[in-house]
């Protein structure tokens, strides 16, 4: 992923190297809302200390990483990236920000608020594991480089911008994994998320992490996200009779000729079906307000029809209604599209619906059994899991509540940690061991095996040579001693890459389109071996570190920590 | 809460009924992605249906409730109210939506995007209850009337506003009705919100719930909430020793001396208390980077001391570092703030740390003892409440991941049902009877009884007198029949309020401020009866609907539903 010389060369045209070029390649953040002061209230307090002891400029190393997969997985996907470069490469006080600042800071001196004026992202390095990637504990998703007093004030918003970005995508993976590649995933969690952003962001990072289209239309102007709805039991429930419809001609899809009365044509079809011996005469009296409805929206898109079902009844009154307009169409030449349904027992309905569909193809119209069958009533991936064990017929699943707001684990720990500070490696020590920190600026690596799967990946301190492919390397676990094992990868990949160079003139790498993401994603899951993505007791994978940098580990670790006294 | 005379006045000269006088009113909201855009794609293919059948002005009366309080407990906060009303205030398509739409919508008629074009909510009236309130299911939050077309595009913004915010709010005020009221509450949950309004939409619902502060600078600034904040573990790591500070001098707080080596007189201290009886020897050596970042930070904030404790080992390094700088700071007249524990066994590193401030006052320094103690590592209202029953010497909780993520239930399900369209009731009915709606446009009242507590909500339709004071009325349950009571009530209110009257000209109910909701919050809370908030078993809250309205259910119930057949 590192940037082609093509592209250096744009970059330098751009103005790379400088601050402002390469804020305007890059672009604002979606969320006109993540400025500068978007930050807690300490980093403010520490860059005033710093700035007080002369240290603000002291070049540190913050790891960016989390410490154990979400939802019970043994993977996460790695989401927020590009809108953490837009955060810096737009990273800027104004002078609004500094008056606040003042107010809420009185007992700083003025210089303090002259150093903040100037501050920008010019001196900071970021380099980052690819958006998309399929990630794993303890490894750096991101390595932040710069001077301490504002790298500490990128900490709170690159955290908050990656928790959740990682955290959704991630979900989605998930729903992805148990619903199969053949199905539709909808992403309909606007009304429940966590306010207007929680829920623009959820589409833009499901979609990455597999669904295929939103119901936010915001969204979808935003990303180029496919949309998609059709309409509500309010619709249903707004019409009373057959009377309300004043224009009922529709011409047919190839032009030639006008339905006068396409609400007779229904209604002759309905007839038809509640008498019909292939449908077992199932059908009684059908509800008229919901037939209304459905007619209303075929005349309105008659080559798109697709109707909720559920409002009264849905094998009583939603499907014979649905198939008596859907039937009307096909005498015009139109296709239905299919049912949703949002209620009942989904794998029950979806089965019986589909019976319907089937013996309707007899009143010669071959394909009507395979009309689309929508579901979306609360779904999360346990029903998705449920529904395929029971067997159903559903093709496309409309997720919202669930999967927007991560309700099985709404928070990811993504934490940011000082790992060196000019040059001297720091490390973070706690009594829980899965709290410590891994010191030193690292490169990371994914060794892969014979089989193209990868294996394992390992962190090596900066200084060290990179892993080779076909030669053999000793992989450590980085807290217990006796976790180690050799490994001879069949190819090596460096996973962090560098994309924002600051003033340094290294290759910029570039931020890939959604759609590049999102394929990136598909292929990083399937490369995965399929026990670490598996539901169930899935196996974890290994992360380690080079026997050099554990040895330094537990030098400092020694070194640093109090020797206790038993009392 | 209804507009007082002066405030209608001070409308009309603003132009009230006209809606641009009324948005310049109201202002933006707080998002600026919150736009006509951030809706379902089905609002629109709804629009269009309505528009092609010349339905689309029919007068649709929605209401906006929940069925059930979150987190186990038996009340909720409504909160989002002023954000709906910015919302629709400012409700309009621009070209650059009309163009997106087309070309999303390519099959509908171009007449229609003209349509869309002059849409705005001067036709529509919100009706809803004070924000702040406490609530309770199936009773209207809002009441939403107006052209069926327009109402329907309201629908999923509306919804996405109300539902996080009463969520949040509901949650910040658990928190702390379970803290107590002499605690101090820190809102921490910047960086691991869903996103950066979820971030921010949290500082603020927090403050309404019941918070003192937040850490969010941004939020800080959008809505006036006090700020707070000190400084990381990664500051304490970044030193490494005294050396580091190159600027020793501290003035004492009266101006009237300097002492030129405050670092010597904190290495004086510390030995003092290294061999003090009172504290019973029991410190060694602590750690000096520590001491110096200590050191570092109170060089810049003398007057607002305070220390992050637990980098290496609060009891051997923390406690005796801080008090040595504390012990310093006195010497010059200053007050040390206190301690931030962030790991280990809350409840007993704070009675220990207490127990050693009380002895620091032997060198007399009193008030030391009544240090204030902070305790911050991933709370919520089970480790608060497991703390009370323990014991601790907390003054002060931060409180982050749990309270803005919601973790332990991260959606409400807030819906917006059709119960009116052109005059004529509408039920939505369910094989789940919680999810039948309860039809009719309705006026909803709480009744207080003698004791001045709520006694029950009851909602009547709007052509029924209303209930008044010391006038028996009859209670139903709406759904159940045996479950109804007679009410003598001493005081009745109205619950829903007229915030938007669009080009009508009602009073237009004040949006009050931040602060003003916020004690409107606390109050109500201290009405309620405590049963219905306690943490374990709450007794519900009862809310009814008139003996009129009961009866009109259940003819439209029956009515509407389908016969069913056995076979």
Redesign the interface.
Known sequence: MAATSAQRASADANGNGTHAGMAAQVGAP??????A??????????A????????HA?R?V?DLYFRKNPFGGEFTVFAGLEECIKFIANFKFTEH?IS??QS?MP??EGEFFDYLREVDCSDVEVYSIPEGSVVFPKVPLMRVEGP?AVV?LL???F???I???SL?TTNAARHRHVAGKSKVLLE?G????????????ASKYCFMGGFDAT????A??LFGIP?????????V??Y?SLD????KALRSKDGSRVCQDFVSLVQEWLQKIQVADSLGGVF??T?QSELAAFV??A???P??FLALVD???VM??GIPNFCAVALALHDLGYKASGIRLD??DLAYLSIEARKVFRAVEEFNVPGFGRMVITASNDLNEETIDALNKQGHEVDAFGIG?YLV???S??????V???VE?NS?P???????VA?VSIPCKKRCFRLYGKEGFPLVDIMIRESEPSPKAGERILCRHPFIESKRAYVVPQHVEELLQCYWPGRSDKPRAELPSLDKIRSRCMQQLEKLRPDHIRRLNPTPYKVSVSAKLYDFIHCLWLN???VG?LQ
């Open positions: 979606t969320n006109p809302m993540a400025t002061l978007l930050t807690d209230q300490y980093q403010f307090s520490m005033y200390a710093y700035w007080k002891a002369g240290k002291d540190a913050f920000d606040f600042l809420v007992m700083c301490v500490q900490e709170t918003p955290v908050n911008l928790n959740y970005a959704v309909f606007l009304r429940r998320a966590q306010g207007p952003d929680g829920a623009i962001s119901s936010n239309v915001l979808g102007n949309l998609r709805g059709t309409h509500s039991h309010a619709f429930s707004s009373m309300e419809i004043p224009n009684g009296d509800n209303s929206y005349l309105a898109f080559s798109n409002t009264y009844d009583r009154s209620s009942g509540t707001t991560c309700y684990q709404a928070a990811l720990g993504c940011f940690k000082l500070i001297k720091r490390i973070k020590l706690s009594e829980d709290k640093e920590a109090p006294e």
